[in-house]
């Protein structure tokens, strides 16, 4: 086994993943662990503290069996986002579930938000809208049912309990909707605003550094300095190196996430997608991003309404056209860029004729629209940058360049979440230069054909997508 390794803890929404890079940048060891997820009521979506915690030592168990310690110099944590923790400030312990980034059940109060007229302020300090997806709104339920409990998102939950530091990083700190983007620090209007005090929030930090000695609590970890921290989306779009200043960054995911960095001369992208900190090492680099609910949780929705797998629902949608049917997933509303949280998922333009691929086919063809969506609200796009699971899909890639009209390059790791978080551990544990490029991601390329079936397509989207919204709903895009 080579000295010099680099662990990288990729903490996503249903497993956790642990990839060992060598100083080459190539992988040496993986492991993986599920990581539980539950339904208790329609909107509610949880997962347990415990669980999490306990899915990072199962993985990195495997990653590291056999392994001396001795040559890892560092640890980069990647980790899902936007999802709210609770704990015993005390004890350590969980003092509630963990809230999903997915969870709808604080929608009420961010409507009462946005009927006071909150709106526009809100997203003029956070860059972002209104909405129950970020963790302020579900931080304040959680504290209501233990108000003196500290919290935060799942970084700052693996950190704490890892290294004993009430540490959050600044781009995961940037989605809880009470960060002040322009200066990354906690803003006191919006922690009065959601009722959070500032002593239950922890204190924010850069992506790279010094960011903790695991204790002995982290098992097999104990010893090893974490040395980067970034949100998985945001672990992404850095892997993808020099060629993210060009395009627009794609994460095909259970949702997806679409976003571009942001020049420092134009910081404001418009209202139709959130302003984040993509990292802060330490200057706080600003992107543009919309977010999807749903695009590989379509495709796992349908294949259990048709007992079935998701390959199969691949595979059965590449053998015919969607023939008309329009499926807008809107299972907990839509988002970016359309942010209405009370439309509702349509199946239309059904026939007798259409059946299971014609439906599969609608299903894949939505994830494409969808980030054909955002990337149109954000605009300037030389060409998409595509990662995450469901980018495998050669179908999806090719229609996704057809419905954007530009090139889609696909890098050909599915794991680009994990290798953002080495290559910035790396870097601040001194083992590549600062500057360095991103090492070693290849592309496979899809060029978009001809654009009058896609301009077919896009208008039948559009009358879906407007079937599916509520006429009364809050549209930042319209």
């Avoid at 915690?53 to 899902?80: F, I, M």
């Amino acid at each position: 086994m080579p000295e010099d390794l680099i662990l990288a803890i990729d903490q996503g929404t249903s497993s956790t993943k642990c990839l060992l890079v060598d100083r080459s940048g190539a992988v040496v060891r993986a492991g993986s662990a599920p990581v539980g997820i539950r339904y208790p009521r329609p909107g509610w979506v949880e997962q347990d503290a415990d669980d999490i915690l306990d899915s990072v030592s199962r993985a990195a168990a495997e990653c590291l069996d056999g392994v001396a310690l001795d040559t890892v110099v560092a640890v980069g944590l990647s980790t899902q986002r936007e999802s709210a923790v609770v704990w015993d400030r005390h004890t350590g312990r969980p003092a509630g579930p963990v809230l999903g980034w997915q969870d709808q059940r604080a929608q009420a109060f961010c409507d009462e938000l946005r009927a006071g007229g909150h709106d526009g302020p809100v997203r003029a300090v956070s860059g972002l809208p209104l909405d129950p997806m970020f963790s302020a709104a579900k931080l304040r339920w959680l504290l209501e049912r233990a108000p003196d409990a500290a919290v935060g998102t799942i970084d700052a939950w693996l950190l704490y309990a890892l290294t004993g530091e009430h540490r959050i990083e600044v781009g995961n700190a940037s989605r809880t909707q009470l960060l002040d983007v322009h200066s990354a620090s906690w803003s006191s209007d919006l922690l009065d605003l959601f009722g959070i005090p500032a002593s239950a929030l922890p204190e924010i930090v850069a992506s790279a550094g010094d960011l903790g000695t695991i204790g002995k609590h982290g098992g097999i970890l104990a010893g090893l300095p974490i040395t980067a921290v970034l949100g998985d989306s945001h672990a992404a779009l850095y892997a993808h190196g020099p060629r993210a200043a060009d395009g627009v960054k794609v994460t095909y995911g259970t949702g997806s996430s679409v976003m571009r960095l942001l020049p420092d001369t134009a910081p404001d992208p418009g209202e139709d997608v959130c302003v984040t900190v993509a990292w802060g090492d330490p200057g706080a680099r600003l992107a543009a991003e919309g977010n999807i609910r749903s695009s590989g949780a379509t495709i796992t929705w349908l294949a259990d309404l048709l007992d079935t797998t998701p390959e199969r629902v691949a595979a059965l949608a590449a053998t015919a056209s969607s023939d008309g049917v329009q499926l807008v997933p809107a299972f907990g509303g839509l988002a970016a860029p359309w942010w209405d949280d009370t439309a509702t998922g349509t199946i239309t333009g059904l026939t007798f004729g259409a059946g299971a691929a014609q439906l599969a086919r609608a299903a894949i063809e939505s994830i494409a629209h969808q980030v054909t969506d955002v990337v149109d609200a954000i605009g300037s796009a030389g060409c998409l940058l595509a990662d995450g699971g469901a980018s495998g899909n050669d179908q999806l890639m090719q229609i996704q360049a057809d419905l954007a009209g530009v090139p889609v390059r696909r890098a050909r790791t599915a794991n680009l979440s994990a290798l953002g978080a080495v290559h910035l551990a790396g870097r601040a544990a001194g083992l590549w230069p600062a500057g360095a490029p991103s090492t070693g991601v290849a592309y496979d390329d899809f060029a978009p054909r001809d654009g009058t079936a896609a301009a077919e397509l896009r208008s039948g989207w559009r009358q879906a997508v407007a079937r599916a919204s509520t006429p009364s709903a809050h549209h930042l895009g319209s």
